[in-house]
């Protein structure tokens, strides 16, 4: 068994695991450690416990420190600089003329290099941009693109649930998310409201994706015929996934009368795969294509992020 500890930085999403050695860290601390990118300052997300080593894909670093004062004092002056480093490279972009957007700065923590994070609609030259930039701060300069998730995973903000940001708070990886899951949980396929800050279909689609599956195959779909205990036969109309009942259109004596059961209480024709007969919500023309675009955008970003790796 070996102890560990996860630790998180400013501006990456991921959670990263160290040996806390004898060191007495808990969970809101802050640590120096050494990282791919140099000596780093993070904040310790999760109490130290143990796990078994065979379980690690790699051997684990340890950490430094606890970060003392003076550590926090020069976390504290890198933010300042990293300000005036945004803006002396935004003015360096304007002056070439570059279509890119710059969206941060960061310094690591032993000044070692700069980082500066900025999207763009395509691939760009910024080989001289690095030289204007490397003459200014005699350091290393790092220019990183990135996708729109990850320009509003740094920077941050409130959903449409009033709450945090999911990927600026707690999602430490992008999960790809799509159309199918929206109709699952029978939302409105209207772009606008399941579309997130970023502008892509929302992560938090896939939250409840599994408990919809699961719910879902355990009823009938709308139009499918369908028999009670009670040995009625009728069409279902409707169906309340979370509360499992449906709705049933019955013939009876030449009259039609709307009857509810429960899921369990109907025999039905189940669908390989939990597959539903109009199953979910429907979309006009134009949503459906906008949808469409925004799921290849997903699976685009997806492709090229794996590319990188």
């Known amino acids: 068994m070996v102890k560990i500890i996860g630790v998180r930085f400013r501006t990456a999403g991921k959670i990263y695991y ?6 007495e860290i808990k969970r809101g601390n802050h640590v120096i450690v050494e990282t791919a990118r140099g000596v780093e300052y ?19 670093k340890d950490v430094l420190r606890v970060a003392t004062p003076e550590d926090d004092e020069q976390e504290k002056n890198n933010r300042v600089k990293e300000k005036e480093a945004y803006k002396i490279c935004l003015e360096k972009i304007n002056k070439r003329g570059l279509e890119m957007k710059l969206i941060d700065a960061e310094y690591t923590f032993d000044n070692n290099k700069i980082l ?22 005699r350091t290393r300069i790092e220019l990183r693109q990135i996708g729109v998730r990850d320009e509003t995973k740094i920077i941050g903000g409130i959903g449409i649930c009033g709450r945090p940001l999911c990927c600026h708070s707690y999602l430490s990886d992008f999960v790809p998310v799509s159309i199918k899951m929206a109709k699952e949980q029978n939302l409105s396929l209207n772009p606008s409201k399941i579309s997130g800050v970023c502008g892509r279909l929302m992560c938090c689609l896939k939250n409840e994706e599994e408990t919809y ?11 499918d015929k369908v028999t009670t205990v009670d040995g009625k036969q009728g069409e279902v109309i409707s169906v309340s996934v979370l509360r ?3 709705k049933i ?18 025999k039905f024709f189940k669908r390989r795969h939990g ?16 949808l469409e675009k925004l799921e290849k955008e997903e699976k685009e970003s997806s492709r090229s992020k794996l590319d990188d790796n």
């Open 42 to 60: 993070g904040t310790v997300v999760c109490d130290p416990r143990e796990v078994h080593e065979e379980s690690l894909a790699a051997p684990l």
């Open 116 to 137: 500066f994070y900025f999207t763009a609609d395509g691939r760009i030259d910024f080989r001289e941009l690095v030289k204007d930039l490397a003459g200014v701060f």
């Open 275 to 290: 597959g539903k007969k109009d199953r979910g919500a429907k979309a006009d023309a134009e949503e459906m294509k906008e």
């Open 249 to 266: 259109l019955v013939e009876e004596n030449d009259e039609k009368e709307i009857h509810e059961y429960k899921a369990d209480q109907l």
């Open 213 to 223: 599956e699961e719910l879902n195959r355990k009823l009938p779909g709308v139009g």
């Open 18 to 23: 160290f040996n806390p050695g004898t060191l």
């Open 244 to 246: 499992q009942l449906v």
